[in-house]
């Protein structure tokens, strides 16, 4: 069974969604080993003591130093990497340790709104503004080529002319929550 590491900044809604995929399914193709986090103040550090996941609190120069971050990934013996909504770059050794094996997921149809400042409520905010008929969701692999990865999944959902930002992004966690655990236990059991 692999063993994955979730990476999230914030509000943790996918963390625990994944993580309770992954603890109720009856043969699931991973665990979630361990949730890396950023932000000391995230929402996602209580939602992982509750499900009885180890979430280590790293500072920026902790995760981009490749000795502790090395150290760390392999204390849980970490063969795949998660980013569900984590909003650090990636340091190069990281993707380049961990080539073909870190997804993201992010709350847009890319190539739309993607790119530097798109995060988050952002998107949602941009969406509604240009009046699009529709949003969605994509999973991509994290490469040295940071927005090259390869799409792996989308998913999208009709807007009406009226939905504000907060109604865009309701619809998108549900997306989410719908999607993204079965999508990386797919894609978890296609690795070698
Ligand atoms: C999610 O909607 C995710 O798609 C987005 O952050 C949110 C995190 O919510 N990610 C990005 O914007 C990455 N560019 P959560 O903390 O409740 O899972």
């Known amino acids: 069974m692999k063993r994955i590491a979730i990476f999230a900044s914030g ?16 043969c699931p193709a991973a665990i979630v080993a361990v949730v890396i986090c950023n932000n000391p103040a995230a929402g996602v550090i209580g939602r992982c ?15 981009n130093d490749p000795e502790i971050m090395t150290n760390t990934l392999g204390r849980h013996s970490v063969d795949a990497i998660v980013l ?14 961990y080539h073909d094996r870190i997804i993201n997921i992010h709350p847009s149809l890319l190539p739309r709104f ?53 109604e865009i992004e309701e619809k998108v966690h549900r997306l989410e929550r719908r999607h993204f655990p079965e999508v990386i236990s797919g894609w978890i059991s296609a690795m070698g």
Request: aromatic content about 8%; charged content about 20%.
């Open 114 to 166: 993607g790119g530097k400042g798109m995060y988050g409520r952002h998107v949602h905010e941009a969406v509604a503004a240009a009046r699009e008929k529709e949003t969605g969701i994509t999973i991509h692999l994290v490469n040295e080529r940071y927005d090259e990865g390869r799409v792996i999944f989308q998913a999208s959902v009709a807007l009406g002319p009226n939905d504000t930002p907060a």
């Open 84 to 97: 569900a909504g984590f909003l650090q770059m990636l340091p190069p050794f990281l993707t380049s340790a």
């Open 49 to 63: 003591r509750s499900l009885g996941v180890e979430c280590e609190v790293m500072t920026r120069p902790e995760i």
């Open 11 to 26: 509000n943790g809604s996918n963390a625990e969604n994944i993580i309770r995929y992954f603890q109720e399914s009856a």
